[in-house]
Nanobody, 123 residues
Framework: QMQLAESGGGLVQTGDSLRLACVIS????????VGWFRRAPGKRREFLAA????????YYADSVKGRFTISKDNSMNTVYLQMNNLRPEDTAVYYC????????????????WGQGTQVTISS
């Protein structure tokens, strides 16, 4: 079964940047899309961004557009989430998952979720 694994989280200060990585266990040509989500304490899971693995087409939530950038490196079977100008409200566990053939923000259409990586922003 395909597995996705996140890394790159940590504790940073307000205004700092982080780059998260999502490593896919199989060749990326077997994957249509990959999405990034997060869940903050006491809140619902939130869609952040998704990318089509073949074409690189991107789709962002309005809440992160302009601050977060999703990208891919097919040679490394990896999808990245570059996060800039981080704020305390970005504190959450960040997850990546395998998506359907069309870009979507609907978490229910994703599968093979990773274990998550903790991102904590201090004020």
């Amino acid at each position: 079964q395909m597995q996705l694994a996140e890394s790159g989280g940590g504790l940073v200060q307000t205004g700092d940047s982080l780059r998260l990585a999502c490593v896919i266990s199989e060749q990326t040509y077997t994957v249509y899309t990959v999405g990034w989500f997060r869940r903050a304490p006491g809140k619902r899971r939130e869609f952040l961004a998704a990318i089509t693995v073949t074409t690189g087409t991107r789709y962002y939530a309005d809440s992160v557009k302009g601050r977060f950038t999703i990208s891919k490196d097919n040679s490394m079977n990896t999808v990245y989430l570059q996060m800039n100008n981080l704020r305390p409200e970005d504190t959450a566990v960040y997850y990546c998952a395998e998506g359907p053939s069309k870009l979507t923000s609907m978490a229910g259409q994703y599968q093979n979720w990773g274990q998550g990586t903790q991102v904590t922003i201090s004020s």
